[in-house]
Every structure is written in structure tokens, then in C-alpha cells.
């Protein structure tokens, strides 16, 4: 697990390596639709088939 207290900087380490899954596989960051953000939760990916 990446985050918590022993890693302060965690969330930001986190972002920027969401984003660049997302500009790799073509994934929109203004409308996602392959990796979902829920906020208070984290990530997850899309079910649906588009």
C-alpha cells in the first residue's frame, strides 16, 4: 500500500501516476471512462464496455 503518514507526498505520487496510465492508454482526464476517481475512495476501473 502506497499512502498513509509514513508517506506524505503519497497522494500527489499517486495522481501523477494515474495520469500518465490515462495519457498511455488514451484515457480522457476530463471525462474518464476507463479509470474512475471516487472521491474518499481512490481509483477503479470501468466495467462498462464503451
Known amino acids: 500500500m502506497l499512502g498513509g503518514e ?3 507526498d503519497s497522494i500527489d505520487a499517486i495522481r501523477v501516476y494515474i495520469s500518465r496510465i490515462r495519457q498511455k492508454i488514451h484515457d480522457d482526464s ?3 471512462s ?3 476517481t471516487k472521491p474518499g475512495l481512490g481509483y477503479m476501473l470501468s466495467t462498462s464496455k464503451a
Do not use: T
Open 6 to 8: 509514513d508517506y506524505p
Open 34 to 36: 476507463i479509470i474512475l
Open 30 to 32: 476530463s471525462e474518464p
